[in-house]
């Protein structure tokens, strides 16, 4: 089991900018596919983010709501993944959580069932 500590999480006015990191500790952080998904209260948890495993590329993918506006990235070094949001709505806020998929497949992972630790979540409120 990999153990997954969110920080970054906060209060923003609309059109401000916050950055998430996501710390794994326990496996080689490299060679697996890592996520972000939200939770807002009353509503299911919906994908945000994914990142692939490193190799010669590393591909990401977004959803519809957030392209343009967030970017995964990763530092292997400090087995760290960051979420960079900029211009940040109202509509934004919710519970983000960093989820870890532990097959070392290569792909792009966007259902929550696909990924197997997760992180206990970091609050995003974005005043209007």
């Known amino acids: 089991q990999v153990l997954l500590v969110e920080s970054g999480g906060g209060l923003v006015q609309a059109g401000g900018s916050l950055r998430l990191s996501c710390v794994a500790s326990?496996?080689?952080?490299?060679?697996?596919?890592m996520g972000w998904f939200r939770q807002a209260p009353g509503k299911e948890r919906e994908f945000v983010a994914t990142i692939s495993r490193s190799g010669i590329s590393t591909y990401t993918y977004y959803a519809d709501s957030v392209k343009g506006r967030f970017t995964i990235s990763r530092d292997n070094d400090k087995n760290t993944v960051y979420l960079q949001m900029n211009s940040l709505k109202p509509e934004d806020t919710a519970v983000y959580y960093c989820a870890f998929r532990a097959s070392t497949g290569w792909g792009l992972f966007s259902s929550a069932s696909e990924y197997d630790d997760w992180g206990q979540g970091t609050q995003v409120t974005v005043s209007s």
């Open positions: 326990g496996r080689t952080f490299s060679r697996y596919a």
